[in-house]
């Protein structure tokens, strides 16, 4: 480095001291606050204590999130199972068609009974998905006890196996299929498909009282 001094030259060293003291100095600095600490700082505020803050608070929205993610899957779910035990109530309730029938099978005596005891007898085919079957249900069970101890009722699911004889004894080609049997076990009409509950009603009548029956061969498609 050179140096004027008035009109002479002097010669020295560099400084590098001065160098290296700025040099120090930089490195000694700390560093640049961000703007949400200098925030912090000037409403006195410890910046330590705001970041561990931020971070507690970061991590209590992670957990809450969790929790509210946990209890939508947990409604959810209890909403499906609650939609299940719907649908199973309603389809296995005393009051439900189809558990009806069952149960109206359940009790029909079988068919060797019922055609050597000296009674009229009803035989039933039925369908677990048949409508038709399923709205007769009440109504046929309400002529059940009507005319309990003087008719057979014979109720049997037309896609049970066991059943097959019969189907074909019988020409079961449509449910509801009613076979109306006399005392003597012959057959002496056949009710098909969602007939008025007072041609069979009427039927049985004729039945017990050993009557000509006033609706023979009746099937309902047959009126449209």
């Known amino acids: ?71 939508k899957i947990a409604k959810a779910f209890l909403g499906v199972v609650l939609g299940v035990a719907f649908y199973l109530g309603e389809k296995y309730t005393l009051g439900n068609p189809i558990t009806m029938l069952h149960g109206m099978e359940q009790l029909s005596p079988t068919y060797e009974v019922a055609v050597s005891n000296a009674k009229p007898t009803v035989l039933e085919f039925y369908a677990d998905w048949c409508e038709s079957c399923m709205k007769m249900a009440p109504k046929v069970s309400k002529l059940e006890t009507e005319f309990a101890g003087s008719v057979n009722f014979v109720v049997m699911n037309g896609e049970n196996p066991n059943y097959r004889e019969l189907l074909y004894k019988y020409r079961v080609d449509g449910v509801p299929h009613f076979a109306l049997l006399d005392a003597d076990g012959k057959l002496q009409t056949t009710l098909i498909g969602k007939i008025p509950v007072s041609v069979l009603e009427d039927d049985l009548n004729a039945l017990v009282k050993g009557e000509e029956l006033p609706y023979i061969g009746f099937d309902i498609e047959d009126m449209f």
């Not at 160098?19 to 409403?43: D, I, W």
């Open 1 to 71: 480095m050179l140096l004027f001094v008035g009109a002479g030259l002097v010669v020295g060293r560099p400084r590098k001291a001065t160098t290296n003291r700025v040099c120090r100095v930089r490195m000694s600095e700390k560093p640049e606050l961000t703007v949400q600490e200098k925030m912090a700082k000037a409403l006195g505020r410890d910046v330590e204590e705001e970041k561990d803050q931020f971070k507690a608070d970061v991590q209590r929205v992670e957990i809450e999130g969790r929790v509210e993610m946990r209890q």
